[in-house]
């Protein structure tokens, strides 16, 4: 057994009875042949066979303890890719490599997503690899290690450095093959115009000169790459199979010059004329893969250059750079400019522009408190704003991090041309071989066979055997090169690629962020979508809409126990002071509303004793007048206090939407103690929660494209239904009172019996409900787009973006069948054609060019579609 030794730095360890446990996790994969895990340095050393376990298990087995073990992720510039399986074998070089953790390389933005080990490996390391798999990375020595800054700057320059050479190229091939086209031209049309010979000169020389310097120029990077592929990786490559093509036809060219071969024809025409025509494809591929990544390069852009910082006296103002600013400078910003950073108002009024972040076409009004998102643009009045993230902290930053590992990351449909792509180039090859030996061996079989199909005649004229010009082995030889020319790996390593790039980045600019590729796809498969209702469906904004007092001589009213100087009867003030008093210690949103209306009644509220905040049932509090609870009819209950004379007014408030709470009251006795056989119920207060006006349209926007719609809530049954009925969600539909650690069991109940559900939530009490659910969806306010539990994010508070997100989902999944329908029909019709002797290989090599263009050509124009309305492939939005 080989084995490997690697070294994690652990985190979350606190004593030896940690370092036993990562143990046990660590030693019960199968190749780990021991794991030493030091508590005190927080390090674990482990033995392991990587032909058995992967350094990803271990890293799991770490975190599926409880634990965690430090990493890093970078992204990897990589040039002179040409197909899906040079990056499969960048992924492979790169996975070998001691310390990495994950590869995914993307042939789409040739960039590989990198996640290693920092104690056993570096950026060197894995420029190394990428090296001996016979690729060039773009170099960011003294980068900022990740996606921003230099780093970015260095691969853009990368890839307009490689699109002038690929133009370079084509230019110089081009104005070389010009007179071997006329050549071309003159020869099959049989117009004469040049003869045999220029200047007592056999023209064929003439063609050799003219070709020579193509086959060298342009030949030499498929050659090279040729060569590495198959000595160093092991697999033929989309490169492989344009050498073959262009060196077979140069190659019996000359023998058939210099008289090895008597009577043949010349294919130096040929030869360069392939050549050119991919060099042209591969320089109009490399514009098309910039031009994807537009969309990422203009959020960046929209940031600015400086910052006007603001110094303590207030009267100094300094322009400084925007790398700077630091947290906690204030900054002012003038009407028109651009917001430096993301940050709090601290003064001045004014409208902001946020379409380029939310989505949000309409200007957001920002006064003193308000959060502002770095690079939107201030309408009209001036702001001083102070810096609360800078740098890649920014939301902006945050976005275009979450889209580019979002474009790192492919559907599963990927694996279907990965698949084909990985045995793709053998079989041509063995097909054109076959083929090639077939038209040598058995030419007027086949030559009458094609005759006999309704197509166009054999190229050239076909072989001598069915009375065509063309010797038998020489045709062989040209249908084996236009066999080999024809197919196309690379449109179905584009297929997928390109399309989750503008996908995502059509997400990205309406305010919906996907977590990867592989969420795109997932997102389409919903059929079923749970909304939260705090802060999902409704505003989150509660205010205090009612308070009831309740009789204690009312038949229901309970019993007045005496008390020291406690009244027999409490008023609403004395409710609502009562129950302000006992929230005054809570953050809840309903605590703050009762608190806020007992402030604005000018009631005089406690300080508690003591505060316990009991999850999901209300708050309990000691005061000075005796021990107060606030919430559900379960907590009073708890409590020894009969909830039921309130039973009426709590169901009357919440069958208005309303949070209905009881306030029980035990009293002290005349010893200042609390009178525990005293307690009663005294009042009811009540808040309620604004439904954002989008809601509505939303779930029934929903339910006409037939998704279940859910509202799962830990407010009370009446409550739910009320705000359910309210916006259309069928009440059968509600699963109310649930408690916050309960929601990810009711998201498992919904999705027992097969539904893939799509958990809306506010990523942060919904967390556990995100991450069961088959999708998560976080619904923010834009500044905090780094929610870890969500697969997607929405920038806006608003539900109506659910659907939008659905529509990019279905509308890139669209795009990619419509793209591997292009690359495989294309290969499934040309392949046979160019077998059957029917295409010339100079069409062959131009087709192959054009059709990884047209795969490209097709997902840019996506580019354009809003996801206000349903795509339709053919462009025309309904």
């Given amino acids: 057994m080989s084995t490997r030794t690697t070294r994690l730095s652990v985190t979350g360890m606190s004593c030896a009875n940690c370092a036993a446990t990562i143990e046990d996790a660590l030693d019960a994969l199968d190749g780990v042949a021991s794991a030493d895990v030091n508590a005190a340095t927080d390090e674990a050393r482990v033995e ?174 498929f050659y090279v790459n040729s060569y590495r592929a198959l000595v160093r990786n092991g697999r033929a ?183 084909i792509s990985a045995y793709f180039v053998p079989a041509v090859i063995a097909n054109a071989l076959l083929w090639g030996v077939l038209w040598w061996q058995f030419p007027a079989v086949l030559g009458g066979f094609v005759d006999a199909l309704p197509v166009w005649g054999l190229l050239g004229g076909g072989p001598e055997a069915v009375g065509g010009p063309i010797g038998v082995t020489e045709f062989a030889i040209v249908v084996f090169a236009s066999a080999v020319l024809i197919a196309c790996p690379c449109a179905l390593g584009l297929a997928t690629p390109a399309a989750t790039m503008v996908g995502t980045a059509i997400g990205a600019q309406h305010g919906v962020l996907f977590e990867g590729g592989d969420i795109l796809e997932r997102v389409r498969d919903v059929d079923a979508v749970v909304f939260d209702k705090t802060g999902t469906l409704t505003e989150g904004e509660m205010e205090l809409t009612d308070v009831v007092a309740l009789d204690p001589a009312a038949p229901d009213g309970g019993v007045q126990r005496e008390a ?43 300080s508690p004793e003591s505060f316990e905040n009991v999850p999901g049932k209300g708050v309990r509090a000691t005061i000075d007048r005796g021990e107060v609870f606030v919430g559900s009819p379960r907590l009073l209950d708890a409590n020894g206090i009969d909830p039921t004379p309130a039973d009426s007014d709590r169901e009357r408030l919440e069958s208005e939407g309303k949070t209905a709470m009881l306030v029980g009251f035990r009293p002290r006795d005349a010893d200042g103690e609390i009178d525990e056989r005293a307690g009663r119920v005294v009042g009811v207060v009540a808040d309620a929660d604004t439904i954002k006006p989008s809601a509505s349209d939303a779930v029934a926007d929903l339910r006409d494209r037939d998704l279940d719609v859910w509202l799962i809530t830990g407010d009370n049954e009446r ?27 009711a998201v498992d109940e919904i999705q027992a019996d097969g539904r893939e559900a799509m958990m809306v939530g506010d990523g942060v009490n919904d967390a556990p409900a995100l991450a069961t659910a088959a999708v998560g969806c976080a619904i923010g306010s834009g500044t905090d787009v780094a929610i870890e539990a969500a697969d997607v994010t929405l920038m806006r508070d608003d539900p109506a973006d659910v ?76």
């Fill in 48 to 221: 392991y066979d990587p032909e058995v376990t992967s350094l990803s298990a271990i890293y799991d087995a770490v975190e599926s303890a409880g634990y965690g073990a430090v990493d890093e992720t970078v992204s990897v510039g990589i040039t002179d890719m040409s197909c899906a399986n040079c990056a499969e074998a960048n992924a492979e070089s790169l996975l070998a490599t001691p310390g990495v953790v994950a590869a995914d390389v993307n042939y789409a933005t040739d960039e590989a997503q990198v996640r290693y080990n920092p104690a056993e490996a570096d950026r060197s390391d894995l420029y190394e690899a990428i090296e001996s798999a016979g690729y060039t990375p773009v170099r960011e020595d003294g980068a900022d290690g990740g996606d921003g800054g230099d780093g970015r700057d260095q691969r853009d320059l990368a890839r307009q450095e490689e699109i002038r050479r690929q133009l370079r190229l084509t230019l110089f091939g081009g104005a070389l093959s010009v007179p071997l086209l006329v050549m071309l031209v003159d020869h099959v049309l049989g117009l004469g115009l040049l003869g045999d010979s220029l200047a007592g000169v056999d023209v064929g020389w003439f063609a050799f000169a003219l070709a020579t310097p193509v086959q060298i120029a342009l030949g030499k990077p």
């Fill in 237 to 419: 490559n989309m490169d492989v199979l344009i050498a073959l093509g262009s060196s077979t036809a140069y190659v019996y060219s000359v023998a058939a010059l210099i008289g090895l071969i008597p009577g043949a024809g010349l294919y130096f025409d040929t030869a360069a004329l392939i050549l050119v025509f991919i060099t042209l494809g591969n320089y109009l591929e490399a514009r098309s893969k910039g031009q994807a990544g537009e969309a990422i390069r203009s959020l960046l852009e929209m940031e600015a250059e400086t910052a006007t910082v603001v110094h303590e006296d207030g009267r100094e103002e300094e322009e400084v750079p925007l790398e700077a600013v630091a947290v906690g400078d204030r900054l002012k910003v003038r009407p028109g400019e651009k917001v430096p950073t993301d940050g709090v108002v601290v003064d001045g009024e004014s409208a902001v522009d946020e379409s380029m972040v939310t989505g949000e076409s309409v200007p957001v009004e920002k006064a003193e408190g308000d959060e502002v998102i770095g690079s939107t643009i201030n309408e009209n009045g001036a702001l001083v704003v102070e810096a609360t993230k800078v740098g890649e902290e920014t939301a902006i930053q945050q976005i275009v991090a979450r889209v580019r590992d979002a474009q790192s990351r492919q559907p599963d449909i990927q694996r279907i041309a990965d698949r």
């Fill in 564 to 606: 020291r100087d406690e009244p027999t009867a409490f008023d609403e003030d004395d409710v609502l002071a009562l129950a302000a008093s006992a929230e005054q210690e809570s953050e809840h949103p309903l605590a703050e509303a009762i608190v806020e209306g007992a402030r604005e009644r000018g009631l005089d509220i406690e």
């Fill in 719 to 745: 409550t739910a239904r009320a705000v359910a009925r309210e916006v259309g969600i069928d009440p059968d539909n509600v699963m109310a009172e649930v408690l916050p650690e309960d929601k990810a069991d």
């Fill in 803 to 878: 659907l939008k997100a659905i529509r990019v989902s279905e509308a890139t999944l669209q795009k990619i069948k419509q793209n591997l329908v292009w690359a495989l029909g294309y290969n499934t019709l040309m392949i046979p054609l160019a077998s059957l002797g029917l295409l010339q290989p100079v069409l062959a090599a131009g087709a192959m060019a054009l059709s990884s263009v047209s795969v490209l050509t097709n997902s840019l124009l996506f580019r354009s579609y809003v996801p206000d309305t349903d795509y339709q492939l053919l462009g025309r939005l309904r």
